[in-house]
Nanobody, 121 residues
Framework: QVQLVESGGGLVQPGGSLRLSCAAS????????MAWYRQAPGKQRELVAT???????NYADSVKGRFTISRDNAKNTVYLQMNSLKPEDTAVYYC???????????????WGQGTEVTVSQ
């Protein structure tokens, strides 16, 4: 059974940093493409970043240059380092995984509980 556990969220001031983690259960973590999504209040969930098996990354324009996705296959964990945070980054952040390419239109049957990030003075 798939289980994704996100952590690391919290309250941070504008310009600050946070590092999110997502621990995935199950076998074969290294074969999956991993992704971070976020959902702001009253908005649809949006794709933030992806990382392939080989470590190639892709980012939404809104976070390029500020966020970095990485993975540790030995720990079955994917990370999202978020720097220069802005109030508009406030959202619940989720991770997910797929053996296939992940795009903004990819649908998942399962989501973890997410981790909440609030950027405010």
């Amino acid at each position: 059974q798939v289980q994704l556990v996100e952590s690391g969220g919290g309250l941070v001031q504008p310009g600050g940093s946070l590092r999110l983690s997502c621990a995935a259960s199950g076998r074969g973590f290294s074969i999956y493409i991993m992704a971070w999504y976020r959902q702001a209040p009253g908005k649809q969930r949006e794709l933030v970043a992806t990382i392939t098996r080989g470590g190639s990354t892709n980012y939404a324009d809104s976070v390029k240059g500020r966020f970095t996705i990485s993975r540790d296959n030995a720990k079955n964990t994917v990370y999202l380092q978020m720097n220069s945070l802005k109030p508009e980054d406030t959202a619940v952040y989720y991770c997910n995984k797929s053996p296939f390419m992940i795009t903004a239109s990819t649908r998942f049957d399962y989501w973890g509980q997410g981790t909440e990030v609030t950027v405010s003075q």
